[in-house]
């Protein structure tokens, strides 16, 4: 799979979670399988909140779903724009 694909996928599972990408990391661990019948497995949670709920940082992981071996790890966080904006101090 294309590494643009893959952060694609870990961009789309954070933005699902707030719904503007503030920044992404994606570090690539090992190819995947090449082959058509691969399983994988996909893991995403949030880390930390900031802001009252309106930046989240969440954090995903992707595993090749019969050895468990991680293909990838990804942080990244993400802004709820419908929330009002903390005043500046």
Known sequence: MHGGAIAAV???IGAS???VTAWLR???RQGP???DD???KLSAWVSEVKQNGRRKKVE???CDGETGKALCTAEGE???TSMPRPPRL
């Open 10 to 12: 870990c961009d789309y």
């Open 17 to 19: 979670l707030g719904n």
């Open 26 to 28: 994606v570090d690539y």
């Open 33 to 35: 399988p090449r082959t």
């Open 38 to 40: 691969a399983v994988w």
């Open 60 to 62: 995903v992981e992707l």
């Open 78 to 80: 993400f802004v709820d």
